[in-house]
């Protein structure tokens, strides 16, 4: 069971260059998130899927956008890549009706713009 | 908004308990998360508390205070490889939005 798998797992870009974060997870959940993380600090939340079809904003959206492919996928897209956007990113997943609280992680992309 | 404060850093010894507060103001409660996370690893889901009370899971326990607007997370018996990032999150009134506190890192000395 491989849980949540995030593509690619290091990145370097160039500051204008476009790429897109994949994400995929194979545990039936209904809902997934993108999260940032820089050093020293929390979780930010970019943007999430509540189910199927469906997209919000987190905290920080600005210069991405996503794609909730179908259930099983989730995608981030940098389309104008910034050095601010330097950052370790991380996919999750959740099964929301069963009221865990809990998130599902992928091991995290790391992202370097120069 | 939402905003969550913990204290940045905790130093303990093996063997001893520690305690994690994490306070939080948010337009929105569903619950209170706890995450681990090691350095170069991902987070990964510890505890929940919905309702107020004590959540034990072996070493760990988690308390949760929705009129005091304030959660702890109890390790006991500490062990060298306790030494990580701990987290709080909460989520929003309908448990999908997930908000994460900045984190506190505990170092377990020998």
């Known amino acids: 069971n491989a849980g949540v798998t995030q593509t690619p797992k290091f990145q370097v870009l160039k500051t204008g260059q476009s790429m897109t974060l994949q994400c995929a997870q194979d545990?039936?959940?209904?809902?997934m998130y993108w999260y940032r993380q820089d050093p020293g600090m929390g979780l930010r939340l970019i943007y999430y899927s509540a189910s199927e079809g469906t997209t919000d904003k987190g905290e920080v959206p600005n210069g991405y956008n996503v794609s909730r492919l179908n259930k099983r996928e989730f995608s981030l897209r940098l389309e104008s890549a910034a050095p601010s956007q330097t950052s370790v990113y991380f996919c999750?997943?959740?099964?929301?009706?069963?009221?865990?609280?809990?998130?599902?992680f992928g091991e995290g992309s790391r992202l370097t713009v120069l | 908004g939402q905003s969550l404060e913990q204290p940045s850093e905790v130093t303990a010894v093996e063997g001893a308990i520690v305690q994690i507060n994490c306070t939080y103001q948010t337009s929105g409660f569903y619950g209170l998360s706890w995450y681990q996370q090691h350095d170069g690893g991902a987070p990964t889901f510890l505890s929940y508390n919905a309702l107020d009370g004590l959540e034990e899971t072996g070493r760990f326990s988690s308390f949760l205070s929705r009129s005091d607007s304030y959660g702890y997370l109890l390790l006991q018996e500490l062990q060298m490889k306790d030494s990580a990032s701990y987290f709080c999150?909460?989520?929003?009134?309908?448990?999908?939005?997930?908000?994460f506190g900045p984190g506190t890192r505990l170092s377990v000395l020998p």
């Open positions: 999750a997943s959740s099964e929301r009706r069963k009221d865990t609280g809990e998130l599902f």
């Open positions: 545990m039936n959940h209904n809902s």
């Open positions: 999150a909460v989520s929003d009134n309908y448990g999908q939005n997930f908000v």
